[in-house]
């Protein structure tokens, strides 16, 4: 059942993508470029502090509340949560309420600043209900608030839009308001779920897990939203709205990735306690060979047809976007051979050792893009900002996977290379015949079509794709196994 759930935790993300990908793209419509870039700053200055929110007791929960006996343990596990999250809450507050004063004075109106704070605070209720969905294995109840909360920010943005002038403060209303019933939809999940008061025990085991792990948080989270804070110091704010808007479409693309290590980690972790460990090993491995098979192909495709798309449903103004997302959607690749290694040693408790990988990653990231972003090094503006980032993560990955094989017996998928190679290959035909040959762009879907052909013709020729496969992927979308996984939900 467990891959049946992280087919409807994938398809839920890829239905949040098409609906976010909508909003993306009307909002790059009806506002200007700048009301964007200011949009951009905003968000990201909240979101650099949004570490705090978590600090590591989400996986702490994920991790430890496999290990409840019955239902009086489940309401400890899920009351000790709920201890660390109040007090995480105040801290947040306090500490925005300090730094608020920075932002108001670049945006110059304190409406916009206080309705998103405000907002982001509904938003960040997510740090409370993501983990207790979770920990039950609830994939549907975790994902319709998000569906609802996107598909209202369509419907809003199109009516309002035509009794509205469209600019920030219209942009902030919506983010508002569709956080709000975020908030409302999770509250009503929330009342199947009993709380009872923590011993010391249950706090201190959540806070020696989470205490480490919040190294990984902070350090992620802040260099996640750092870059567009540093390049505002140096570019124009339509170079910041380019970045930013290809960092939001491919964060759609990567959701997935969060939502597959929570679901990972409990397997993981069930098998660790069973002292079933042979079968993570294998369950890594298949992992990285399902994920390297769809993600390779999506890459590629990216790097052919991204930069056009962009500039014929945006304009001119964004053909910058393309170009960046190109370099950011290298990462796609990495995380397809990283993303389950890394969720296994979540599950083995070794925090510390992700902790010190996070700390070298964001120090190389920041030192890098310092140099190939500020006018006194490189002067590489927000694509400088791209490749250090995916050059920083190249490295550790270089550094790291050869100590994991020796230490842990982590094998590599060395099926990734062949899919490399075969993808490659389409791509340079396609490059020629585009090259070669103009078409109108409503061929495109046309030659994707042809590309995913091509590759998995090609996969199955080779032997990276079997019949094995193709029965075992069926499996995880049948019907069937939907249906019991619906109804275990609701009842």
Known sequence: MDSTRIFLLTSGTILKFVLGLIYFYLIRVYFDIEVIGYYSIILSFFLTFSFILDFGFSMAHLKHFP???????????????????????????????????????????????????????????????????????????????????????????????????????????????????????????????????????????????????????????????????????????????????????????????????????????????????????????????????????????IALYSTELFVFFLGEDYRLTGIILIILSVNLILLSVNIAVITYFRALGKIKLLAINSIIEFTLSIILMIIFISPFFLNMGAIGAAISIILAKILILIITRPYFYKKWNISFYWGSFRNLVIMGSIFLLQIYINHNFSYPIYFIPFFIFINLGLYFFLNYIFKGFSKNDLKFILNIISIKNIKEQLTEEIR
């Open 67 to 301: 290990e409840a006996k019955n239902e009086d343990q489940e309401a400890r596990y899920n009351g000790a949560l709920l201890f660390f999250r109040i007090i995480q809450f105040s801290c947040y507050i306090m500490l925005l309420l300090i730094l608020i004063p920075i932002i108001y004075i670049y945006i110059k109106d304190i409406r916009v600043i206080i309705l998103v704070f405000i907002g982001e605070l509904f938003n960040g209720f997510k740090f409370l209900f993501n983990p207790l969905l979770l920990s039950k294995k609830f994939v549907i109840k975790y994902s319709i608030p998000y569906l609802v909360a996107f598909g209202l920010k369509i419907i809003f943005l199109l009516i309002l839009i035509n009794f509205v002038k469209p600019d920030l403060w219209l942009l902030v209303n919506i983010y508002f308001t569709t956080n709000l019933v975020f908030l409302i939809f999770n509250l009503y999940f929330l009342k199947s779920f009993k709380f009872k008061k923590p011993s010391r025990e249950y706090l201190k085991k959540y806070l020696y897990y989470a205490l480490p792990y919040s190294i990984i948080i902070s350090t992620g989270t802040i260099l996640h939203n750092i870059d567009v804070l540093l390049l505002s110091i140096w570019i124009p704010v339509e170079e910041i709205a380019n970045y930013f808007t290809a960092k939001q479409f491919y964060g759609f693309l990567v959701v997935f990735s969060i939502a597959m290590s929570k679901i990972l980690i409990n397997t993981f972790s069930k098998n660790i306690e069973s002292g079933n460990n042979e079968k993570n090993l294998k369950l890594i491995n298949e992992t990285h060979k399902y994920l390297n098979l769809f993600v390779i192909p999506l890459f590629f495709l």
